[in-house]
T-cell receptor, first 112, second 113 residues
C-alpha cells in the first residue's frame, strides 16, 4: 500500500536551534517528493521538490535530503525562528495513478 | 507573487443543501485540483482537472461531487447534497505540470450542520 509516514508527530524546540524532520515512504513507482509548510488554517506552501536523482535541495534555512534507495527523506531547519512554527508535510507523488500522497505531518512549535 | 484565491473562506450550510466552492487558479497554470482536510487529519486528494475535463479522481469524489471551469478563470467544486461528514477544509491548487510546484489556496472551511 502506498503510504507516507512522518516522525516525530510533534516537536518543540527553542528559537535559534536546528531540527530535523523525518519522512519514510512506500510509494511505488516514485515520481517526486515534496515538503510543504502549512500554517494553522492555511493552505500548504511548497518548500522543496526532489526527483529520484536529487539527494539534497535547499530553500533558505530549509534543506531536504532524499535517499531513494531506503525511501527516506528528511527536512532540516537551521536557526529556527518563531515563524517556523507550523505543520510540515511530506508528500510523495507516485503510485499507479501518479497522484500526491500526503503524510500526516510533523507539528513544529518554536518557542522563544 | 501569484496566488490561488478561494471564496468563501468559511461556508456554513445545512445538511442536504448544495454548496459551491469557488477558486481562481493562477492564470498560466493548466492543471487544477481539489483537496480536503478533515480537522486533525491529513490532506486528501479529491480530483484533478486538465483540458476541461477530470483527469483523475479519488474514491472520495463520488456522485455528490462535481467540478466545473465555467469560464477562463474560475474553477468550482459543487457538493450536491451535503452530509455532516463533508465538514472539512477544502483546498484548491494549481500547477503547470506534474514536475512543477503546486500552489494551494488558503482554503474554504465548510461546516455542515
Amino acid at each position: 500500500k502506498n503510504q507516507v509516514e512522518q516522525s516525530p508527530q510533534s516537536l518543540i524546540i527553542l528559537e535559534g536551534k536546528n531540527c530535523t524532520l523525518q519522512c519514510n515512504y512506500t510509494v511505488s513507482p516514485f515520481s517526486n517528493l515534496r515538503w510543504y509548510k502549512q500554517d494553522t488554517g492555511r493552505g500548504p506552501v511548497s518548500l522543496t521538490i526532489m526527483t529520484f536523482s536529487e539527494n539534497t535541495k535547499s530553500n533558505g534555512r530549509y534543506t531536504a535530503t532524499l535517499d531513494a534507495d531506503t525511501k527516506q527523506s528528511s527536512l532540516h531547519i537551521t536557526a529556527s525562528q518563531l515563524s517556523d512554527s507550523a505543520s510540515y508535510i511530506c508528500v510523495v507523488k507516485g503510485g499507479a495513478t501518479n497522484k500526491l500522497i500526503f503524510g500526516t505531518g510533523t507539528l513544529l512549535a518554536v518557542q522563544p | 507573487e501569484p496566488e490561488v484565491t478561494q471564496t468563501p473562506s468559511h461556508q456554513v450550510t445545512q445538511m442536504g443543501q448544495e454548496v459551491i466552492l469557488r477558486c481562481v487558479p493562477i492564470s498560466n497554470h493548466l492543471y487544477f485540483y481539489w483537496y480536503r482536510q478533515i480537522l486533525g487529519q491529513k490532506v486528501e486528494f479529491l480530483v484533478s482537472f486538465y483540458n476541461n475535463e477530470i483527469s483523475e479522481k479519488s474514491e472520495i469524489f463520488d456522485d455528490q461531487f462535481s467540478v466545473e471551469r465555467p469560464d477562463g478563470s474560475n474553477f468550482t467544486l459543487k457538493i450536491r447534497s451535503t452530509k455532516l461528514e463533508d465538514s472539512a477544509m477544502y483546498f484548491c491548487a494549481s500547477d503547470r505540470g506534474s514536475k512543477n510546484i503546486q500552489y494551494f489556496g488558503a482554503g474554504t472551511r465548510l461546516s455542515v450542520l
